[in-house]
């Protein structure tokens, strides 16, 4: 097992994580459970270091495909633009998991305020546009189906 690998076993944690942190953190605010926002923005912490891992993986992923001979089914050429949607998504999440920390730790001694939830959930809902950006991106590279349907070509 590669880098390769790795990150193809580890490229949808990110997206899945956010959304699902995005999700509990809203329902949290909307019941006003505070325990359940708490949980959203725990999970928005899990989901930077998900991007983190899978950054990093795919940055090994890219020198071992870069230095292969041409494998049947992979556009070479569509992993810079992945890439660089790639570092736009690991500047969001940390910001958002950076974020989410400093709610954390604003509400420890007293209540924590509202609208340090709302700023994460904005920062989370801003996160999940660029990782379906990337996602797509990162499609491109292997599935046909989406360089036709989405590139037009």
Known sequence: MNFVHVHLAINHS???ASLFA???LLVGMMIRNRSVATSGLVIAIIAALCAIATYTTGDQAK???DSSPP???VEKTMIGP???AAGWFI???CVTGVLAIVALFLG???ERPRWVEFVVMIALLFCLTVVARTAVLGGRIHHPEVRAVVGGG
């Open 14 to 16: 990110p997206l899945y």
């Open 22 to 24: 995005f999700g509990v």
């Open 63 to 65: 020198d071992i495909i």
């Open 71 to 73: 494998i049947a089914g």
């Open 82 to 84: 992945h890439e660089d």
């Open 91 to 93: 500047t969001a999440s």
């Open 108 to 110: 420890r001694k007293r």
